[in-house]
């Protein structure tokens, strides 16, 4: 049983470690750095590299937020904001913000990595938002609980959404989830409206479950102090929405009843 605590241990401190702490000398953890600077990334829901400059304006736009300015995304490098992807930012201008200078990324250099102002504002890249206020379709949250619905809830909501919302709590909490009601148009594979939790920073890692239909899912338990809420909806059919509660926790205390269990 002790052997098995031990691994269950180890099992979290490696995840934890790979998904947000020092990596590089730098500490990887966007929404701390998107609190700090309100400057995050975003690519299309298409993939990498879909953005024109147009479109690109439009997805800062629908969070509530503007493209980032050189100076805000140059402010955010310098408390460690750095991402290998080049978006555009104000004034049709691309690039990226690089801390750490690597030869898969940056060219070796350190600083904004300035493509310039693009003439052809046709041109696909990714996007560089500025936004330090939530709204009600997405947002960074830091409270210690908050209610989280769907836009216009208990309103139906509209098509074509998408929605995130990054929460983080403070360091060496937990984050609990608990589904108060959920009804999000039904599909076999939950392709066409969805939820998505990830537990982490961002909804690239920690994949955490989709969610459709008006099923209410179970509580959700964060492994660290951050989770990332994705809420997507395509160009038909519509339904009641969802609404739920997120929790921060003391992780001491968490693991400690979990400690008693494995004993
Ligand atoms: C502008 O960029 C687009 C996308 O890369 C390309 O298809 C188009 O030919 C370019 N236009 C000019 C005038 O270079
Ligand atoms: C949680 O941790 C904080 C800081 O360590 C402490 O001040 C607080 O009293 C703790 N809360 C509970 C419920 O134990
Ligand atoms: C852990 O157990 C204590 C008492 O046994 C309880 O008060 C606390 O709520 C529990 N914590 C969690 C996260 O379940």
Redesign the pocket.
């Known amino acids: 049983m002790r052997v098995f605590t031990l691994l269950w241990t180890l099992g979290f401190l490696l995840k934890e470690a790979q998904a947000w702490g020092f990596k590089n000398g730098i500490f990887h953890n966007s929404i701390w750095l998107e609190q700090a600077a309100g400057v995050y990334h975003r690519e299309s829901r298409k993939g990498r590299y879909q953005l024109t400059y147009k479109e690109a304006k439009a997805v800062c736009k629908y969070e509530g937020g503007t493209l980032a300015t050189y100076e805000q995304l140059e402010a955010a490098r310098q408390i460690g904001f750095h991402v290998c992807a080049a978006g555009w930012f104000d004034k049709g201008r691309v690039g990226y913000p690089i801390v750490k200078a690597g030869v898969k990324c940056g060219f070796g250099k350190v600083g904004i990595i300035d493509y310039g102002y693009r003439l052809?504002k046709?041109?696909?890249w990714d996007v560089y938002c500025y936004n330090p206020n939530s709204k009600e379709c997405g947002g960074v949250l830091t409270d210690q609980q908050k209610i989280i619905q769907s836009p216009g809830f208990p309103e139906e909501y509209q098509d074509e959404q998408i929605c995130y919302w990054h929460i983080r709590v403070r360091l060496g909490q937990r984050i609990r989830l608990r589904f108060l009601e959920f009804d999000v148009e039904d599909d076999m594979a939950c392709l066409a409206d969805y939820l998505e939790v990830y537990d982490s920073y961002d909804d690239v890692s920690g994949f955490a479950g989709r969610f459709c239909g008006d099923y209410l899912p179970d509580d959700i338990i964060s492994t660290g102090n951050v989770m990332t809420l994705k809420f997507l909806s395509d160009a038909s059919v519509i339904a009641g929405g969802f609404q739920l509660e997120y929790t921060a926790f003391n992780a001491s205390l968490f693991s400690q009843n979990h400690t008693h269990y494995f004993h």
């Open positions: 052809n046709s041109e696909r």
